[in-house]
């Protein structure tokens, strides 16, 4: 890249309460969002407690990490708020008090019919020569400092203090930071196979330290790739983007359903609508969770028209038409009982398509010829049934969820 070097960041999360779980830090996600959305990519996040020490230490470690550290957390008026006291150690200065802002804070309260309670005092105490930061919704207000070139900023924890100070106070001097660099990415979903799979197929091109870079994630079986190119203007990295799609489309062909945040069930919604398709749907283990990620997409009723949820051998013989003597032979959990279902449901229904699922979701049930997690899956259709035995490890949830991926993986192909 022949440009000059990139802006980074880094995030301190400070609070006892997030250690311990009682709050959780939506926080860091948003700063981070927003960061990466104006070119400045974050490099490294810290949670850590209400220790005057720690936080400078922490202060330390960020800005060698990064050129910008943004803070939330330890600004309010108790005890265990400590942030301001660490910032001005951190900078090697005193607290100074501000009488305009014990005002600013006495007619907040006075506004609300309140007495200022005196602890809150010391929300108008600021490191010598940083700039306070207004807080429209509260009392605790944020500061900003430079220290060796590098960009410091506090802000409240409560997350829409944070949020409004950050909007109003922080992003414009962020974004004058950021000129002269872009950050633009695509993401690819996947499914078919799984991360290590994905990097056979890719080989050099997932190497750290390239540009475009290509990160890879997971979650139920969706492998999610994004293309994150950097440079000097947004035309440039977004040339830098198309290249490597197109590379990364000719790579794994049919492995990608998708771009963006396109789920396997809108792709699948889609195409049904497109070819005029409808769908029925027969559960046993999966309890209704493919009928639900079809019908979580708007205008599902286009192509989605029945759902049965037979969870019991005498629902699938009341609902379905599975014979008994079948169910006595085979077991529920079997091809037969599953090609039966998907048949009972399509001629039931009507449709073009018709799923029938049945298995063992957990965590007990299973055996040593049918252990937890064994699925059979049948998709009926005018071409035939198309039946496959499947195994999942997980929990329960875990083989639920991946069952009724891969019945719309199998789908999509389909179409």
């Given at each position: 890249?022949?440009?000059?070097?990139?802006?980074?960041?880094?995030?301190?999360?400070?609070?006892?309460?997030?250690?311990?779980?009682?709050?959780?830090?939506?926080?860091?996600?948003?700063?981070?969002?927003?960061?990466?959305?104006?070119?400045?990519?974050?490099?490294?996040?810290?949670?850590?407690?209400?220790?005057?020490?720690?936080?400078?230490?922490?202060?330390?470690?960020?800005?060698?990490?990064?050129?910008?550290?943004?803070?939330?957390?330890?600004?309010?008026?108790?005890?265990?708020?400590?942030?301001?006291?660490?910032?001005?150690?951190?900078?090697?200065?005193?607290?100074?008090?501000?009488?305009?802002?014990?005002?600013?804070?006495?007619?907040?309260?006075?506004?609300?019919?309140?007495?200022?309670?005196?602890?809150?005092?010391?929300?108008?105490?600021?490191?010598?020569?940083?700039?306070?930061?207004?807080?429209?919704?509260?009392?605790?207000?944020?500061?900003?400092?430079?220290?060796?070139?590098?960009?410091?900023?506090?802000?409240?924890?409560?997350?829409?203090?944070?949020?409004?100070?950050?909007?109003?106070?922080?992003?414009?001097?962020?974004?004058?930071?950021?000129?002269?660099?872009?950050?633009?990415?695509?993401?690819?979903?996947?499914?078919?196979?799984?991360?290590?799979?994905?990097?056979?197929?890719?080989?050099?091109?997932?190497?750290?330290?390239r540009n475009p870079l290509i990160n890879c994630t997971s979650e139920y079986g969706v492998i999610t790739l994004s293309i994150i190119a950097t440079a000097e203007d947004k035309d440039k990295a977004q040339r830098m983007v198309d290249k490597d799609e197109l590379l990364l489309t000719e790579l794994l062909g049919e492995l990608i359903y998708g771009r963006g945040e396109q789920t396997l069930a809108e792709v699948v919604g889609e195409k049904l609508a497109q070819q005029g398709k409808t769908i029925a749907v027969a559960e046993s283990c999966t309890g209704g969770c493919l009928a639900k990620l079809l019908t979580d997409i708007a205008g599902a009723s286009r192509y989605f028209t029945y759902g049965w949820i037979t969870y019991s051998d005498k629902a699938k013989i009341s609902e379905l038409d599975v014979e008994p003597d079948l169910i006595e032979k085979y077991g529920s959990v079997s091809e037969q009982v599953a090609k039966t279902m998907a048949e009972g449901a399509r001629k039931k229904a009507g449709t073009d398509f018709a799923v029938g699922i049945t298995g063992i979701a957990g965590p007990s049930g299973g055996s040593g010829q049918k252990p937890v997690g064994l699925v059979y899956i049948s998709i009926d259709s005018d071409t035939g049934c198309q039946t496959r035995r499947i195994d999942i490890s997980g929990d329960r949830d875990f083989i639920r969820l991946r069952a009724a991926q891969i019945v719309l993986n199998m789908l999509r192909l389909k179409l």
């Open positions: 890249m022949n440009f000059k070097p990139m802006r980074k960041a880094s995030i301190i999360s400070i609070g006892n309460e997030i250690l311990s779980g009682q709050t959780v830090d939506i926080n860091t996600s948003y700063l981070s969002g927003k960061l990466f959305s104006v070119g400045i990519p974050v490099v490294s996040f810290y949670t850590i407690g209400d220790d005057v020490d720690l936080i400078v230490r922490t202060m330390n470690f960020a800005g060698d990490d990064a050129d910008v550290v943004l803070m939330t957390g330890g600004l309010g008026p108790t005890d265990d708020d400590l942030t301001r006291q660490a910032f001005a150690k951190f900078l090697g200065v005193e607290l100074e008090l501000q009488n305009e802002l014990v005002e600013e804070i006495r007619s907040f309260f006075v506004g609300r019919n309140l007495l200022m309670p005196e602890k809150t005092k010391i929300q108008a105490y600021m490191p010598a020569g940083a700039k306070s930061l207004l807080n429209k919704f509260g009392t605790a207000r944020g500061i900003m400092a430079h220290k060796k070139g590098k960009l410091f900023v506090a802000m409240p924890g409560v997350p829409v203090e944070m949020k409004q100070m950050f909007e109003e106070s922080v992003l414009a001097e962020l974004e004058r930071m950021a000129s002269g660099q872009a950050i633009v990415v695509q993401k690819l979903k996947c499914f078919g196979t799984g991360e290590s799979g994905i990097s056979e197929l890719l080989g050099p091109i997932m190497q750290r330290g």
